[in-house]
């Protein structure tokens, strides 16, 4: 075994993991050996794609104040540790992550049912870089789950980075109860392509696949109703056939979404009326009712 971040030279087996005090946590992560954070919470979602920039934030928002404005006790664990964006997209990147007793962290609630920890709340100039190897992230995710007053929670989504590094393998292996993870995609080639890998990223740790969601899927032209497939509409539905895993349905393209984002309040909370916003809202609500049920399933 190296003393590097490589996960290809530990297979888990070696003397060194047996006594389990020769790995640093990132081998201890790719031999599968860490073990299982202790939180009360009764499903995990979790959001990735093999690809950035495809909506992930946007779909973990939308899906936690959808859960939440149900009426389920709900956190947001924000894993993309390099680039945390959750902050921003709920209006709350100027807060802080305290403790009371310098051991526990309490979340930033958004409402009496929706917490958020991110590392923004950390950073003391939102611009700055993290420069963390995969030790460092690890340690970070296993105490967003672990040393976060996060209570009895329904629900907790994690918002994860693109790809299937360090920060997906982290949590895949530390949290409890994962109900399983929603991939959102693109529907360009290049896209589905890389959601294939997270399918297969997923499948191979043995956790369910809740399934594929096609965002930025055409747009609907406020002005005539005409639907202009600027990505193209369907590569979703078809990787999802595919792969045999579900399909949870499209997210049009929106400037609606785009603002929502910026200005920090979720889509869902916009109902503005427009027919465009009416197809938008219609699209949200049967992928979010398609979540719950491949949960329940
Ligand atoms: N359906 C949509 N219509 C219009 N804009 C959208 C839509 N979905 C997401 N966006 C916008 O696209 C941008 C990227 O979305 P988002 O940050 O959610 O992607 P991401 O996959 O989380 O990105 P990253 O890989 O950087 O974490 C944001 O500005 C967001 O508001």
């Not at 202790?38 to 104040?65: D, F, P, Q, R």
């Not at 040393?147 to 790809?163: F, K, R």
Request: net charge negative; charged share 25%.
């Amino acid at each position: 075994m190296t003393d590097n971040n490589s996960n290809s030279e530990c297979d888990g087996n070696c003397k060194g993991c047996a006594s389990a005090t020769s790995c640093n946590d990132s081998q201890k992560a790719a031999s599968g050996m860490q073990q299982k954070v202790e939180m009360n919470v009764k499903n995990v979602i979790l959001v990735l794609s093999g690809k950035g920039g495809v909506g992930k934030s946007t779909v973990a928002v939308n899906l936690a104040m959808a859960l939440s404005n149900k009426g389920y006790k709900t956190g947001i664990a924000d894993a993309d540790i390099h680039g945390p964006n959750i902050p921003k997209m709920l209006g709350i990147e100027d807060e802080k992550l305290n403790s009371y007793d310098g051991k526990h962290i309490e979340p930033v609630m958004l409402t009496g049912k929706l917490g958020v920890v991110s590392m923004a709340f950390l950073l003391p100039d939102k611009s700055s870089p993290i420069i963390w190897r995969g030790s460092m992230k690890n340690t970070a995710i296993r105490q967003f789950l672990e040393d976060v007053n996060w209570g009895d929670l329904d629900y907790l989504v994690v918002d994860l980075p693109p790809g299937t590094g360090d920060e997906a393998l982290s949590i895949a292996q530390l949290a409890p109860n994962i109900a399983g993870a929603v991939i959102v995609t693109t529907p360009q080639e290049v896209a589905i392509l890389d959601s294939t890998k997270s399918v297969k990223f997923i499948e191979k740790l043995g956790l369910k696949v809740l399934g594929i969601i096609e965002n930025m899927s055409g747009l609907i032209c406020p002005h005539c109703g005409d639907t202009i497939d600027i990505f193209g509409i369907g590569g979703g539905k078809k990787a999802a056939d595919e792969l045999s895993v579900p399909y949870l349905g499209r997210i049009p393209i929106d400037p609606d979404m785009r603002k929502a984002g910026d200005e920090g309040k979720p889509f869902i909370m916009r109902r503005d009326g427009t027919e465009q916003n009416k197809e938008t809202w219609k699209h949200v609500d049967e992928v979010m009712e398609n979540i719950l049920l491949q949960i329940n399933n």
